[in-house]
C-alpha cells in the first residue's frame, strides 16, 4: 500500500520521539519531545547571529514533518481511512473478498483479470484489511500463495480454483538474459529509483544496500510475470509513482 499513512509514518519515525509539549518558562515560547526521562528540543526561537533577527530551530526532521502533516494530508489520511472502513462493511456484509499482501498496482490488476472468470464479484483489497472482518458463521477463509479469501464458500471455492489455475511464476534453475540483467545492476543505478519509489511512499530505509534490495526485488518479480516486457511495465509503474509524487507536491487545487 503506497499511501498517506506511510507516508507520514516515515515522517513521524524521523521526528523527535514521544509527547509533543509546549513549554513557556524563561520567556520563551518553545516546543519540546518528552520520552520517559528523555527530552528534545522540537522547536526552539533563536536569534540570527548575522542580523539579529528572530528565527526558529527545529529538531531532526520536524520541518518536513510539519510540511506534511497540513489539512490536505489529514484530508487524504482520512479518505483513505474511510475507503477502507468502506471495503470492511462490504466485507462484513458477506461480499466476496480477496485481500492481497504487498502487491504492486500491475499486480493487483492481474489479480482482478484472474477473479473475472469466477461468477462472483469480488472486492479486490490489501491484506490489511482482511485482519480487521468479522467473518459471519456463513463464510470462509483461505489463503492461496500470499491472497487472502473470505466470503461464502462456494465463491471462496471459485477463486481458489481459478488463482490455482494462473498460479504465480517460479524463479527459473537457469539464468535468463532479463535476470542476468536485473541481478548484475550496481546500487548506484538502484539509487535513483529507490528515490523515486521513497517519494511515491514505499517503505525504503536510507541505505545503499537497502535501496538495491527493494528495486532488485521489485524488478525481478516484474521479470518474473512479464517475461521481456518487463521494461515496459517498470517503466509504466514508475511514471505512475511520478505522476502521484507530482499530485502529493502540488494537489489539483493548487495547480
Known amino acids: 500500500m503506497t499511501d498517506p499513512i506511510k507516508r507520514l509514518r516515515r515522517l513521524a519515525e524521523a521526528a523527535p520521539a514521544g ?23 522540537v522547536i526552539e526561537p533563536s536569534v540570527q547571529r548575522t542580523d539579529n533577527h528572530p528565527d526558529l530551530t527545529f529538531g531532526p526532521g520536524v520541518a518536513e514533518y510539519l510540511e506534511a502533516v497540513g489539512p490536505e494530508s489529514i484530508i487524504e489520511l482520512l479518505d483513505h481511512i474511510a475507503k477502507l472502513e468502506t471495503q470492511i462493511a462490504d466485507a462484513n456484509a458477506q461480499r466476496p473478498l480477496v485481500a492481497a499482501a504487498e502487491l504492486t498496482q500491475s499486480e493487483m490488476d492481474e489479480l482482478r483479470k484472474c477473479l473475472a472468470s469466477t461468477p462472483s464479484r469480488f472486492i479486490v483489497a490489501e491484506d490489511d484489511v482482511a485482519s480487521m472482518i468479522t467473518v459471519p458463521h456463513s463464510s470462509v477463509i483461505c489463503k492461496v500463495a500470499g491472497v487472502t479469501i473470505v466470503g461464502p464458500v462456494d465463491h471462496v471455492v471459485a477463486a481458489r480454483a481459478a488463482l490455482e489455475a494462473n498460479p504465480a511464476p517460479t524463479y527459473p534453475d537457469e539464468l535468463t538474459p532479463d535476470l542476468r540483467e536485473v541481478l548484475s545492476r550496481p546500487n548506484f543505478q538502484c539509487s535513483p529509483i529507490a528515490h523515486v519509489m521513497r517519494a511515491a511512499g514505499v517503505d525504503i530505509k536510507p541505505k545503499a544496500e537497502d535501496e538495491q534490495a527493494v528495486v532488485l526485488h521489485w524488478m525481478i518479480k516484474l521479470v518474473l510475470r512479464h517475461g521481456e516486457k518487463w521494461r515496459e511495465v517498470a517503466r509504466d509503474e514508475l511514471d505512475a509513482m511520478t505522476e502521484k509524487i507530482a499530485l502529493l507536491e502540488f494537489p489539483e487545487s493548487q495547480l
Do not use: F, I, L, P
Not at 509539549?21 to 516546543?31: A, G, K, Y
Open 19 to 41: 509527547k509533543w509539549e509546549v513549554w513557556t518558562s524563561n520567556s520563551w515560547r518553545r516546543v519540546y519531545a518528552r520520552d520517559g526521562g528523555h527530552t528534545a528540543m
